[in-house]
């Protein structure tokens, strides 16, 4: 996105266009999103309470795409504009391993023994 995702944004640009319709396809579907600001504005918890959708634990511990971007972040190279920040994402995400993502998989049933463990708080994860 090349401007600030505001909730209002999130909602025009992304659940109604994209996320609406793919939940309507699937009904009993889970959708997860973390606790960014443009996913817990109030337009955006309005559009998605029409889902009626099961709310699952909000964890970053639960949520591997939160590790992808991590490890994104520590290889990202120092940019001095959005073109590059752009390209230097795409060449990241492009060369990310199966491995690295078969990885995070594989690690999930000890993510949620941690998460149940914790009682729903902090892991080492």
């Given at each position: 996105?090349?401007?600030?995702?505001?909730g209002q944004r999130y909602v025009d640009?992304?659940?109604?266009?994209?996320?609406?319709?793919?939940?309507?396809?699937?009904?009993?579907?889970?959708?997860?999103?973390?606790?960014?600001?443009?996913?817990?504005?109030?337009?955006?918890?309005?559009?998605?309470?029409?889902?009626?959708?099961?709310?699952?634990?909000?964890?970053?511990?639960?949520?591997?795409?939160?590790?992808v971007g991590d490890q994104l972040k520590?290889?990202?190279?120092?940019?001095?504009?959005?073109?590059?920040?752009?390209?230097?994402?795409?060449?990241?995400?492009?060369?990310?391993?199966?491995?690295?993502?078969?990885?995070?998989?594989n690690s999930m049933p000890d993510r949620?023994?941690?998460?149940?463990?914790?009682?729903?708080?902090?892991?080492?994860?």
């Amino acid at each position: 996105m090349r401007r600030t995702l505001t909730g209002q944004r999130y909602v025009d640009d992304i659940l109604r266009p994209h996320v609406g319709p793919f939940l309507n396809g699937l009904p009993g579907a889970i959708f997860q999103q973390d606790n960014a600001r443009p996913h817990t504005a109030e337009v955006a918890q309005d559009f998605l309470r029409h889902f009626r959708l099961p709310w699952p634990a909000r964890s970053p511990d639960l949520f591997p795409v939160e590790h992808v971007g991590d490890q994104l972040k520590r290889q990202m190279p120092s940019c001095h504009s959005v073109h590059d920040l752009e390209l230097a994402v795409q060449n990241l995400w492009a060369h990310l391993t199966q491995d690295n993502i078969r990885c995070l998989i594989n690690s999930m049933p000890d993510r949620v023994a941690a998460c149940i463990a914790a009682g729903g708080g902090p892991t080492c994860y």
